[in-house]
């Protein structure tokens, strides 16, 4: 199924996870940071960038993280595949023009952006963006697709 984007976003909610998804609004520098490297990809418009909660949770943190990489281009961190802090990890994000959900994965520990860690209820799933819609496949059929939006307003006194 296609879904057109602007400035909402996809909540695909499983019965105890989610995925947020959205896309990229301008081209920009994506630094991925390891502990061995940095890793700067290119962003286009219309890439896809997923934030995924695989135990679920509130949306608002998902929300945030997804702004600011995609408004403040802040850099996404990745652990190495024994660090004890993936454990707690409740959000991870992936940018890329495609990205798959896998459960069998550990969250936080992988620099290749097209894939993401996501609950066994959500694995399986193909995002694809186009530059203008964002497509998914093999959506689960218990997953409940909506859109959200969200505004940051700033008032100074």
Not at 36 to 62: L, Y
Not at 132 to 156: C, G, N, Y
Request: proline share 6%; glycine share 8%; hydrophobic share 40%.
């Amino acid at each position: 199924m296609k879904y057109s984007l602007q400035d909402d976003f996809l909540l695909i909610q499983g019965d105890h996870s989610f995925l947020l998804i959205g896309t990229a609004t301008e081209k920009f520098s994506l630094c991925i940071e390891t502990s061995q490297d940095e890793i700067c990809q290119g962003v286009m418009p219309g890439d896809i960038i997923a934030v995924s909660a695989p135990e679920g949770g509130p949306v608002e943190p998902a929300l945030m993280l997804m702004e600011l990489v995609r408004k403040y281009h802040v850099p996404l961190l990745v652990l190495p595949k024994d660090h004890p802090g993936s454990r707690r990890m409740s959000r991870v994000v992936s940018v890329a023009p495609e990205i798959h959900t896998s459960c069998s994965i550990r969250r936080g520990t992988h620099p290749e952006q097209h894939l993401i860690c996501s609950s066994d209820e959500l694995a399986g799933m193909v995002l694809n963006g186009d530059g203008h819609d964002v497509e998914i496949l093999h959506l689960p059929q218990k997953a409940a697709v909506r859109r959200i939006q969200m505004s940051i307003h700033t008032r100074f006194s």
